[in-house]
């Protein structure tokens, strides 16, 4: 201790500026929401991402839609966008579908098991089912991949490994129409958030 300085008082020593406090506070509240997974580092954006099954040949259906979006909403929270398909996309898809958004772009191949018939299904008399149908309603095509289709869309793609990533996503199918944006989201809100505020 300096010679000609006054002792400090116990509870001038320990005092702590309000201030001080809540900068901790903000940090440790910070670190709890990166800890936990469920929030982005920036701005505090949920992990969430747009998940689309397409084909190559629905890339014109699939560049309209994302336009739209990304012009009305997704320009300004930049959530991924998870492309799947039962085969492979071409280096054109890839390469169009990419240059529609500044957000990143992920292509999987969705997996065997995942585009299959069920274990335990009567084959003849799936197939025997499958023509009835088909000769109830005339003019209609059945192609061999719709019940595939059905079933991954029904709620499959939910357990697809690359969306362990994300906490939340939208389905968006190849040629939706967005003709407008709910007025929650230009108040910076997002169902993303809306989750997290609810805890749903």
Not at 75 to 103: C, D, L, P, Q
Request: glycine residues 4%; aromatic residues 12%.
């Amino acid at each position: 201790m300096a010679r000609n300085a006054l002792p400090l008082s116990r509870s001038a020593a320990t005092r702590v500026p309000a201030n001080s406090l809540l900068l901790v506070l903000a940090i440790l509240l910070s670190l709890a929401s990166v800890v936990s997974g469920r929030y982005n580092p920036i701005r505090g954006r949920p992990r969430a991402a747009f998940v689309v099954l397409a084909q190559d040949s629905q890339l014109d259906d699939m560049i309209t839609t994302m336009h739209q979006l990304e012009a009305k909403f997704n320009r300004r929270y930049h959530y991924h966008w998870v492309f799947f398909t039962n085969g492979e996309f071409s280096e054109e898809f890839r390469v169009i579908t990419s240059n529609a958004t500044s957000a990143t772009c992920v292509y999987e191949k969705i997996p065997a098991e995942h585009w299959s018939l069920p274990q335990g299904i009567d084959h003849p008399r799936y197939e025997a089912d499958v023509s009835f149908v088909c000769d109830a309603e005339a003019g209609k095509t059945y192609m061999h991949s719709d019940p595939h289709m059905y079933r991954w869309n029904s709620g499959l793609f939910a357990r697809e490994k690359r969306l362990r990533a994300y906490d939340w996503f939208w389905k968006v199918n190849p040629g939706v129409s967005i003709f407008c944006v709910s007025s929650s989201y230009v108040a910076d809100e997002t169902p993303g958030r809306v989750h997290l505020r609810h805890r749903l």
